[in-house]
């Protein structure tokens, strides 16, 4: 490999480190937001879509013109498009939120990443075939992560709150719709197209129900420092770096190094917001982030797999 090849390489495989380590870190400003400072679970998540919704919209404009709009010339994709804002982009960041709000962002982030799980199972009915012994194995562990992640071991005691179990699995369901709805979309247009309009029409549902100028919480410096640490970090740098890091080392290594992300977030949340974690807690974890190896390392036929182990990075 030459010079510039192994210089491609590491700045591929930085980058991905970097929007797994964004992401978690944005997660974490957003549970400080939750606790100190009173800041609404809805009214965050509406305005977070709006804004990086029309940022990255913005951006693809000034970029390439008309063409942002063409998705919505097509009927069928128009349909499609609305389906993943609503079901897909909107589900994915409003659950994954309401589990932090429920639990923490260590918790959270870390159930959300059973999702290649269940998209291991999804494919395997949709293809009527039985799973791949790497598919039942990272079943398997996802389960067993998931366990000890949430009773520590102690069958029938919770270790966490019913409410932040839904949340966080819904939130594995959400990103698991999230990754496999829009691949057809991929297909024919931006990945920043379909993603900024994904946060713009979620942001504009989401905003029937609470209003983005209806402004709830304790605003200070650091409080407004996070918040746009979150829209601009958080979201569309991270989603940025995603994409990038997939057109230099491909979507398989990307997978990998994205698992940076619920380490981030657990390592912050523990040393920052004093969360408790046991060695329970981060043995369940390294069992649910074990299974991105499994997955990301199918044979070729399972490519598509390995494509969606990662939701859009719009999370």
């Not at 609305?82 to 994915?92: E, N």
């Not at 009527?128 to 790497?134: K, T, V």
Request: net charge positive.
């Amino acid at each position: 490999m030459t010079d510039a090849g192994h210089r491609t390489r590491w700045t591929g495989f930085v980058i991905a480190l970097l929007a797994g380590t964004l992401f978690g870190v944005g997660g974490t400003f957003g549970q400080f937001l939750f606790e100190h400072r009173g800041v609404d679970l809805d009214w965050l998540v509406t305005v977070r879509m709006l804004v990086s919704g029309a940022l990255l919209i913005g951006f693809s404009a000034a970029r390439d013109g008309g063409q942002v709009l063409a998705p919505w010339r097509d009927k069928g994709d128009a349909v499609r498009l609305l389906i993943f804002g609503i079901f897909g982009m909107l589900a994915v960041q409003y659950t994954y939120f309401a589990a932090i709000h429920a639990s923490n962002t260590a918790t959270a982030t870390v159930l959300q990443y059973t999702g290649p799980a269940m998209i291991a199972v999804w494919l395997a009915l949709v293809g009527r075939r039985w799973p791949s012994r790497r598919e039942l194995a990272a079943i398997a562990l996802a389960m067993a992560g998931t366990y000890l992640l949430v009773t520590h071991g102690k069958a029938g005691a919770l270790s966490i709150s019913l409410l932040a179990l839904f949340w966080g699995l819904a939130s594995a369901v959400a990103a698991a719709f999230n990754s496999l709805q829009p691949v057809g979309l991929l297909h024919r247009y931006k990945a920043s197209y379909i993603s900024g309009w994904g946060m713009l029409i979620g942001g504009i549902a989401l905003s029937f129900r609470r209003q983005p100028w209806d402004i709830a919480g304790e605003w200070d410096a650091i409080a407004i420092g996070f918040l746009l640490f979150i829209f601009v970090f958080g979201t569309l740098l991270s989603f940025y770096f995603y994409l990038k890091a997939v057109r230099l080392i491909g979507a398989q290594r990307t997978s990998l190094l994205s698992c940076a992300e619920p380490f981030a977030a657990a390592v912050l949340a523990v040393l920052w917001l004093g969360v408790r974690w046991t060695v329970m807690d981060w043995l369940g974890a390294a069992l649910i982030v074990a299974t991105i190896f499994l997955l990301a390392r199918e044979k070729p036929e399972k490519k598509l797999l390995a494509e969606v182990t990662r939701d859009v990075r719009a999370h």
